[in-house]
């Protein structure tokens, strides 16, 4: 698309800026209905865990009820205590929003759909995924309150104590598949176990790996049993209690849209991404966008699942989690796989 407008009358720098801009909202608008639909299905899930039966009112099966509800914080009015940094208030969603978004642009949905298929798209997905404490940090410290600012340092806490585990997971990934790019990635998983099974995630050697990224991607985002930051018993609401209307929604939107990130990455590093799950030829008539969607929803199912059954970690067993389990495994597993790719490509040491 990007050769064709530049090669219209609108010339190589408007044609290029035009179709940068339209595979943007390519990806932001659907994401958003996608985030809208996901909430719906993890209240449907629950529900169902529950014995319940979670929304059905508004529209055919309760469809609508997302939509439903962001009309109704989009009419409130937006309340800001009197106590509160008026700018760095309203500043904290907007930033926990735009930074879900961003991670977005390397995100292959197939191997031709990917708005910036750069080299480094591990490291910019990391970079990227850093800078998403400073909106709940800002929002707690700028609320002027006691429980949204516990709520804060709880975040700074918990997501640097899982970033840096997701950190040495990723390096394992990263030697296995020999490149930084998620297209090489998901490309060097094709018939990876027996010729035929397209996913790191089988591998023996990488599948524990596997399991922690996705429980790292929980605490990461903070995800129920690791919801820490806005434990309702606790803090009340956490870093939103004091937001309301359009702010408070914002901070949904980014959650779930990290969420849906961390589901996408989970599939993208170990289960193939928009591969099939077997190398079958008759598989790869369906487009890849929709194996990468079906598997990202059973990641998510797991997800929901996770927050209906499994109870509330107490502050220390998360840390604990963290550091001494989680941190000292991945360090092992980066010299355990170095080590077997190294006698891989150049045999035993004589």
């Not at 909106?135 to 002027?144: K, L, R, T």
């Not at 018939?191 to 596997?210: D, T, W």
């Not at 985002?221 to 009340?236: C, G, H, K, N, Q």
């Not at 790719?341 to 150049?346: A, E, N, P, R, T």
């Amino acid at each position: 698309m990007t050769e064709y407008l530049q090669s219209t009358f609108l010339g190589p720098e408007i044609g290029w800026f035009v179709a940068t801009l339209a595979l943007i909202l390519l990806i932001a608008l659907p994401l958003m209905l996608a985030v809208a639909m996901i909430i719906y299905v993890d209240r449907k899930i629950i529900a169902a865990v529950a014995l319940r039966r979670g929304p059905n009112v508004v529209g055919p099966f309760g469809l609508l009820q997302s939509f439903a509800d962001g009309l109704k914080v989009f009419l409130q009015e937006t309340i800001i205590p009197s106590g509160a940094n008026k700018g760095l208030f309203l500043l904290a969603p907007i930033i926990t929003f735009t930074v879900a978004l961003l991670a977005w642009a390397v995100i292959p949905f197939s191997e031709e759909m990917v708005l910036a298929n750069i080299n480094i798209g591990v490291l910019y997905i990391l970079a990227i995924s850093s800078l998403g404490v400073y909106g709940v940090v800002i929002s707690g410290w700028a609320s002027n309150s006691k429980y949204p600012f516990f709520s804060a340092m709880r975040a700074a806490a918990q997501m640097i104590s899982y970033e840096v585990s997701i950190g040495f997971i990723l390096i394992s990934v990263v030697l296995f598949a020999g490149t930084f790019n998620l297209n090489e990635i998901i490309k060097a998983q094709e018939g990876h176990i027996f010729g035929f099974v397209n996913a790191y995630g089988v591998n023996p050697l990488l599948f524990p790996m596997a399991v922690m990224f996705l429980i790292s991607s929980m605490a990461e985002t903070a995800r129920a049993p690791f919801d820490l930051t806005e434990a309702e018993s606790e803090l009340v609401a956490g870093y939103q209690t004091e937001y309301s209307s359009m702010s408070f929604a914002l901070f949904w939107l980014g959650e779930y849209a990290n969420i849906l990130l961390m589901c996408a990455l989970n599939v993208i590093l170990f289960w193939g991404g928009w591969l099939p799950p077997v190398d079958w030829e008759p598989l790869y008539a369906v487009p890849g966008i929709i194996w990468l969607f079906l598997k990202m929803f059973l990641i998510f199912f797991i997800f929901s699942w996770a927050w209906a059954t499994v109870p509330r970690y107490r502050y220390d067993q998360l840390m604990r989690l963290g550091w001494k389990v989680f941190l000292p495994i991945s360090i092992f597993w980066v010299f355990l796989v170095s080590g077997y790719v190294m006698i891989d490509k150049f045999g035993w040491p004589l």
